[in-house]
């Protein structure tokens, strides 16, 4: 179980991304303090509710959580590392991007905990990052894999994006050799997903942007696939890549559908089987706090017959599949007796197998991801 903290600032608004944030402006430095001290608030409100329940992972994500200046983003860290129960050594994430990291801010953040770093590199091509918004060029990405390594984080992620505007195939596979070349313990490889209400939405429904195709996005991923794992990288789900040993616990946590806090404006969180996102709007959120309490945009009771359904769709995400002992465990019956026309539908069309203990997507059911997921919702 973890804690999920939002930092809703950015530098710049990525072309692509539907993510609550803002973009930093003068009063930023004001806007920050007040925001940690709201975070603070609300980690301490949730304390009482959680109870002792160990936590083994904390994820600072975003947004950008590397435009707070570092003694700020230490400060927070160590005190919700003192405040709430986390286990002697916690997984301990950040967020960050390659042009706000300098090797001074992450000693600090190393000293107060911050002992894996998760990068939004997306491409190594500079076009490339400039066609999707991003505000890095690509010489600062290995800048800041040294400065990591520097101040001792070497339990390092980079995101990678295919799909992306102009993209070749040779061009995402130069970026995963640059990527692989930095010998980061996990990788992250997503396609672009067109959101709706996004700049890069509008350019390409209205023929101004053109993106490679399904079966271009079907190429790079399966590029991917095969040379992280001849590279040594396990597959572990159906986007992420690991060293032995480094696959990401707090990701783990919302795979096995456990239990998390979220913190901060637009997080989500899901406690006592209580569901909730909080207001993405940070004033309202700050406003909140200063009175003392949550405002949620959602707040739901999660049923066991929902939990269960959710439980197969993200555990389908993990390429070792789920486990019918575990779920017999957790709910006391078998995913066959729920599902079993669904299951039986799936192994039809050569999308999951099993194996007499668990239920994992096929090579095909990796491209089909979706449909995977969509069959266990009653
Ligand atoms: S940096 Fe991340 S959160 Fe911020 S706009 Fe870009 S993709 Fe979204």
């Known amino acids: 179980m973890g804690v999920y903290v939002h930092i809703p600032f950015c530098a710049q608004k990525c072309y692509y991304c539907d993510f ?31 109870g002792e329940q160990p936590l083994d992972s904390l994820f600072i994500g975003g947004g950008t959580p590397s435009v707070i200046p570092p003694e700020e983003l230490a400060g927070l860290v160590s005190w919700l590392l003192k405040e709430l129960p986390f ?25 107060a905990g911050v002992n894996r770093i998760s990068l939004g590199v997306q491409a190594f091509q500079n ?51 640059s990527a692989l070349a930095l010998e980061p313990a996990h990788l992250s490889c997503y396609g672009l997903i067109l959101e709706e209400n996004t700049p890069m939405e509008k350019w390409v429904s209205e023929g101004l942007m053109e993106v490679p195709n399904d079966d271009g996005q079907a190429e790079m991923y399966e590029a991917a696939c095969r040379i992280l794992k ?19 616990s707090h990701n783990l946590l919302y795979w096995q559908n456990k239990p998390f806090i979220g913190l901060g404006s637009g997080a989500t969180g899901y406690i006592g089987g209580n569901r909730y996102r909080n207001i993405p709007d940070l004033w309202r959120y700050m406003q909140s706090w200063h009175e003392g309490g949550p405002l949620y945009e959602d707040c739901d009771q999660v049923s066991v017959e929902r939990e269960m359904d959710e439980t197969m769709m993200v555990g389908m995400r993990l390429l070792a599949g789920v486990d ?4 017999c465990r957790r709910y006391g019956i078998s995913f066959w007796e729920l599902y079993q026309p669904a299951i ?21 059911g990796l491209f089909l991801e979706n449909q995977v997921s969509a069959a266990f919702l009653r």
């Open 20 to 50: 609550y944030s803002v973009v930093v402006s003068e009063d930023f430095p004001t806007l920050a303090g007040n925001y940690l001290v709201s975070l603070r608030q609300e980690a301490l409100y949730y304390r009482k509710i959680w």
């Open 87 to 111: 286990v002697a050594e916690p997984e301990v994430t950040m967020e960050a991007n390659p042009h706000s990291l300098t090797a001074a801010g992450v000693e600090v953040l190393s000293a």
């Open 127 to 177: 076009n490339l990052l400039k066609s999707i918004g991003r505000i890095h060029r690509a010489e600062q990405i290995g800048e800041s894999v040294e400065a990591l390594r520097k101040a001792g984080v070497d339990n390092i992620n980079l995101d990678l994006m295919f799909g992306l505007p102009g993209q070749r195939v040779q061009d995402w596979l130069n970026t995963l050799e």
């Open 230 to 248: 001849g590279s040594g990288y396990e597959h572990y789900e159906i986007s992420n890549f690991a060293l032995p040993g480094k696959r990401s």
């Open 324 to 327: 019918e002992a575990s779920f």
């Open 344 to 364: 039986n539908d799936l192994l039809a069309r050569g999308l999951v197998e099993w194996d007499g203990a668990k239920l994992r997507v096929t090579r095909l």
